[in-house]
């Protein structure tokens, strides 16, 4: 509900950003496919609603995006996901006309979350974050609202080149999700603070390779684009 190397629209096709800032999007590490919004798995006690129901929505950062693999630190100052246009063309970034799950989460799919104008901490060393694949973004309501990306396996990759030329694959084994801290407003807004998912990197000198995870931070704004003026909220 997906401006990190996250503003865009993107169909369902990988999403490619250079060493150029992105324009913010939902979701992350990655990331942010297919959509139907549809009531998803009980994956807490707590029942959720999500509002408005069939609204498209988009996710911008309005902070960088950081990705943290050892030593190693990429920033992304523009990410977002953003509904297909036309809307109504698909059902990405829409929340689901079943709303409601008395269970557990909310789901919809979403397109790839961009990461474009990125840098890196290390000297003559650039990046390139590069999309792709079916993420979903999951809400749970309940008193501490919180909103989920699901990378695909190997949806998220990180390269860098220069005095350093290392990949990093995110969820290299099979799915992975990152969980944020949802707060409803006007915008609402969805923060994920250092949060961990598995990664594997490969290369040489100067390449965090026995890492096993990358650490995730940023700020989205998630915006109504059916209806400006009425939020999207998780209730």
């Known amino acids: 509900m997906t401006r990190t190397d996250m503003s865009t629209k993107r169909p369902s096709h990988p999403s490619r950003a250079r060493v150029r800032v992105l324009r913010g999007g939902f979701v992350a590490l990655a990331g942010l496919g297919a959509v139907a919004l549809s009531a998803g798995t009980a994956l807490a006690a707590d029942p959720t609603t999500v509002t408005p129901a069939g609204a ?114 995110a969820a290299p084994d099979a799915p992975a999700t990152v969980t944020g801290a949802w707060a409803n407003g006007d915008p609402a807004t969805l923060t994920f603070s250092g949060v961990s998912t598995p990664v594997e990197t490969t290369g040489g000198f100067g390449c965090p390779t026995a890492e096993p995870s990358a650490a995730f931070s940023a700020v989205y704004e998630v915006a109504n684009e059916t209806d400006p003026a009425t939020p999207i909220a998780i209730q």
């Open 56 to 169: 498209y929505f988009s996710a911008t950062a309005t902070t960088s995006a950081t990705f943290t693999v050892g030593g190693v630190t990429v920033t992304c100052d523009t990410s977002a996901t953003t509904p297909t246009q036309p809307l109504g063309t698909d059902a990405a970034n829409q929340v689901p006309a079943q709303n409601s799950n008395p269970d557990g989460t909310v789901s919809s799919a979403i397109n790839p979350p961009t990461f474009e104008d990125c840098t890196t901490n290390i000297p003559l060393v650039s990046a390139v974050v590069t999309t792709s694949g079916s993420w979903t973004i999951a809400a749970q309501g309940g008193a501490s609202p919180t909103a989920s990306l699901v990378l695909p396996q190997g949806g998220l990759v990180v390269q860098t080149s220069g005095l350093a030329s290392c990949r990093s694959t």
